[in-house]
């Protein structure tokens, strides 16, 4: 009851926050930079209508500051010799890897709780979240200074989510939102890009994968390690050296990027499985998902119907397709 109490509690103060973004825009206080910015989010959300097929509503048409970084922190958890990700089950959406709270002192008090139960946990910031439509999701203070390629990814991940949601399968919804990012920017870059964001957007793609491709090999060690079936001491040893040379691994990547710390908060707190899986979870079913565009050659309206159609399927077979088996 409490945990629900503060999630219809802050969802409806942060509805409330929300003016619509023409009287924002409008208003003498606002910044001349925030106002451009909001500009250029509505920019975005029209293209994203026109020429990406994704929901034309109310989402994004409005503004809120929050007066603080985030508007929801996010706690993952997964057992010390395991990369699977503890679930939580809610009303409507089913299952998810991740619970959501609006104030950061409440999403603490649920790590302890579940550290207190042998849990490894991670708390995220989160700038943006979906209501699959059911709300009209609003611009926020959290979010709308981001860079170019981040903003109108951000806005094309979120409504990815309305187009298709299956619940209780987060990996599937979130590879596919991350799909749909993906190629958005890549055509909002094409169409509206100056060469300067277009090589800034290419430089983080390829940093992206990289580090992307560095957890994914510290995963799998750690997936083998788990399997072995050693004594846990002996895997607990081994477990921190694997998560020591991902440590080391980064710092040598991050100077091969000439000290870019784009991904520093993701070791602000010590990486382990929590961390890893929810990554996964965002990430790991993406090739599938762009492997399926790219036989509907492009075209995102079939794309989605495929997708649908996937999501209609039990969860096995909606993966087994997605890795090509």
Not at 137 to 165: C, T
Not at 290 to 296: D, I
């Amino acid at each position: 009851v409490d945990y629900y109490a503060q999630a219809v509690h802050g969802h409806l103060a942060l509805m409330a926050a929300a003016r619509p973004v023409d009287e924002v825009r409008a208003d003498p206080a606002t910044p001349e930079a925030l106002a451009q910015r909001l500009r250029a989010a509505q920019q975005m959300r029209a293209f994203a209508a026109s020429e990406l097929g994704l929901p034309d509503n109310s989402s994004y048409t409005r503004y809120a500051d929050l007066g603080r970084p985030y508007p929801v922190w996010s706690v993952v958890a997964a057992p010390e010799f395991s990369l699977t990700l503890k679930s939580w089950c809610y009303p409507v959406v089913g299952c998810a890897t991740y619970r959501g709270y609006f104030d950061l002192a409440a999403a603490e008090a649920a790590a302890r709780a579940l550290r207190e139960q042998g849990y490894e946990v991670n708390i995220q910031g989160v700038p943006a979240y979906s209501t699959l439509g059911w709300f009209a999701d609003p611009l926020l203070n959290s979010f709308v200074n981001r860079g170019e390629g981040a903003l109108a990814g951000l806005i094309f991940h979120e409504l990815a989510h309305q187009v298709v949601y299956v619940p209780g399968d987060s990996a599937f919804n979130e590879s596919f939102a991350t799909a749909v990012e993906r190629e958005g920017v890549r055509r909002w870059m094409d169409a509206h890009g100056t060469p300067e964001q277009r090589a800034a957007w290419a430089d983080y793609q390829v940093r992206r994968q990289q580090f992307l491709d560095l957890l994914r090999a510290t995963r799998a060690e750690l997936a083998a390690l788990y399997a072995s079936g050693l004594p846990p001491e002996v895997m607990r040893a081994r477990k921190a050296r694997i998560l020591a040379d991902l440590q080391s691994d980064y710092a040598a990547l991050r100077t091969r990027w000439g000290g870019w710390p784009g991904y520093d908060r993701f070791f602000a707190q010590a990486p382990g499985n929590a961390h890893l899986g929810a990554v996964a979870t965002y990430n790991d079913l993406v090739p599938g998902f762009e492997a399926l565009l790219a036989a509907e050659e492009g075209d995102l309206p079939r794309f989605y119907a495929r997708v649908r159609e996937l999501a209609s399927l039990p969860r096995p077979q909606r993966q087994a397709r997605l890795a090509g088996d």
